[in-house]
């Protein structure tokens, strides 16, 4: 809970006004007579005070264990990346060589900007080198929306030539978007207390549910596509030309999705929110369709209609957010 108080502006020597400030957070920010503070007005008109003075914020993290899962502790790594950690250093006695080249192996797979810089038996120590200028959240998420488009286009693919190599192509570009929603995620998390990752790329703080959502609506979206890739070996080349039509159909929404997000297009978010009523009704028709049917591959060809149908959930949530992040913007005006 926010610690909030309210004070009177005082009038000094006829033309200078004061503020005093509690004495209870001078100490917690250990402050004394002298010390500066830097006084930043932002877009919404608030003036935001910042020490100069004010202690690093904690950069490491341990994880300590006594029994060692490297799936765990690669998990453990994901979430001090994510709350924007710099060093991480995993403690475990009696640490196996193949644990700990699986943990390093997933982390650097997984993590941008990922080096291990020591190790022993006993410990493993890994700092996270990201350069935030030269990837913006925007770019980021262009970046990851990019991947999933062409995963999704190729999956298409995979499953009209019934292409086994392509399809394992797909699955294994899973973790470049892991990588971006990852990215995106540390991000965020390092704003709620630097406003100025979101204010240089013209967001605001109140934006933040709607940036992660869109970004984690891409993150499943390429899931959807690595599960349908993961069933074209088990079709034997069955093709269903309504259910393939229903994915490009998906795949050109998820498109235009990601385009008005991108450009603040409210005419293309609005379009996929009306357009998602009739994909529900072709996806209701195909998957009866399957059902009724005597395919011995009907399970593979079912949980593939799933998947297309949300991908197409995801992209009205990629759109909402869309016209979330507009209303946030500041910006009152508008044309419906």
Known sequence: MQNRLVRKIQLTGGSTYILSLPKSWIRQLSLKAGDEIEIIQDKNLRLILTPNSTPQKQEKATINCENLKSDLATREFIAYYMAGYITVTLSCNRMKAEDRAAIKETIRRRLLGA?????????????????????????????????????????????????????????????????????????????????????????????????????????????????????????????????????????????????????????????????????????????????????????????????????SRYSLDIAESTINIMAKSGNNIDKV
Do not use: C
């Open 115 to 311: 080096e291990v810089v020591e190790e022993d038996a006993n410990s493993l120590t890994v700092q996270f080198l990201v350069n935030e200028k030269d990837l913006p959240i925007s770019k980021a998420i262009s970046r990851a929306s990019t991947i999933s488009q062409n995963m999704l286009k190729d999956v298409l693919i995979a499953m009209e030539d019934w292409d086994i190599d392509i399809a394992n192509e797909v699955i294994e570009r899973d973790d470049e978007v892991d990588r971006f929603y990852f990215y995106i995620s540390r991000q965020l998390s390092l704003s709620v207390s630097n406003f100025e990752i979101l204010e240089e790329e013209g967001y605001n703080i109140a934006q933040i549910v709607d940036i992660h959502s869109t970004i984690k609506s891409i993150e499943r979206i390429a899931d959807h596509s690595t599960r349908i890739a993961s069933l074209v070996p088990q079709l034997h080349g069955v093709k269903d030309q309504e259910l393939l039509n229903l994915g490009k159909t998906v795949l050109e929404m998820y498109k235009r999705a990601t385009t008005a997000f991108l450009e603040n297009r409210k005419d293309l978010a609005n379009n996929i929110i009306e357009q998602d009523s009739e994909i529900n009704e072709i996806h209701k028709k195909i998957s009866s369709k399957i059902l009724s049917s005597d395919s011995p591959y009907k399970i593979g060809l079912l949980i593939s209609a799933d998947s297309f149908r949300r991908i």
